[in-house]
């Protein structure tokens, strides 16, 4: 079935190093694919996406592009800051519409 | 613009006991999903909706059940509380498959 596969946590980095989150996904046809970011205490929150092949979402800093040859959505940010600590989900939208997450990367950035 | 609200926020039930976690959204959004979260785990689907007076099953249905009387409400019940059914319940909402979702901020739920 449809699945998608983020590296395990917890990361740390100090404030100002490059970000990278890996995804991979499993997926029947195109999905839709998403990062949400989870702040402590809060809901999930959609952070950016991707709806077709080489798309490149952005929001915040943060960048993924849609690489359909290695069904990938890897999470990308240049200077990361205290602020961008929370968890970080990886997820697609399957053919029945329905949104499968990954289990969630803890980032802690360091002052 | 109050999004998707979810009430309660924290609750313990004892085992057997039953509740309804309430969610509401104000967007006129037609698609609601109840998710539960467990630690490590990432979210896994409970019940969906995609439009008033029709609801479907997700991942892991046993032990829950909703209801979609109207496009805003979408509540979630518990019937008889079990210790596996403490978790943080995420009630969403989206426009259109495309847009992604919008969360509520959970309810931690606790089962004694």
């Known amino acids: 079935g449809d699945s998608v596969t983020q590296m395990e946590g917890p990361v740390t980095l100090s404030e100002e190093a490059f970000l990278t989150i890996n995804c991979t996904y499993t997926?029947?046809?195109?999905?839709?694919l998403f990062w949400y970011v989870q702040y402590p205490g809060e809901g999930l929150q959609l952070l950016l996406k991707a709806t077709k092949a080489d798309d490149k979402g952005s929001n915040k800093g943060f960048e993924a592009t849609y690489r359909k040859e290695t069904t990938s959505f890897h999470l990308e940010k240049g200077s990361v800051q205290v602020s961008d600590s929370a968890v970080y989900f990886c997820?697609?939208?399957?053919?029945?519409?329905?949104?499968?997450f990954g289990k969630g990367t803890r980032l802690h950035i360091l002052p | 613009n109050a999004g998707v609200t979810q009430t309660p926020k924290f609750r313990i039930l004892k085992i057997g006991q039953s509740m309804t976690l309430q969610c509401t959204q104000d967007m006129n959004h037609n698609y609601m999903y109840w998710y539960r979260q467990d630690p490590g785990m990432g979210l896994k689907l409970i019940y969906y909706s995609v439009g008033a007076g029709i609801t479907d099953k997700g991942e892991v249905p046993n032990g829950y059940n909703v209801s979609r009387s109207t496009t805003e409400d979408f509540p979630l019940r518990l019937e008889l509380a079990a210790p596996s059914q403490t978790s943080v319940y995420f009630c969403?909402?989206?426009?259109?498959?495309?847009?992604?979702?919008?969360f509520g901020s959970g309810t931690r739920l606790t089962v004694v």
């Open positions: 997820a697609l939208m399957n053919r029945d519409d329905k949104i499968i």
């Open positions: 997926a029947t046809g195109y999905p839709s």
């Open positions: 969403a909402s989206s426009l259109d498959s495309n847009y992604g979702y919008t």
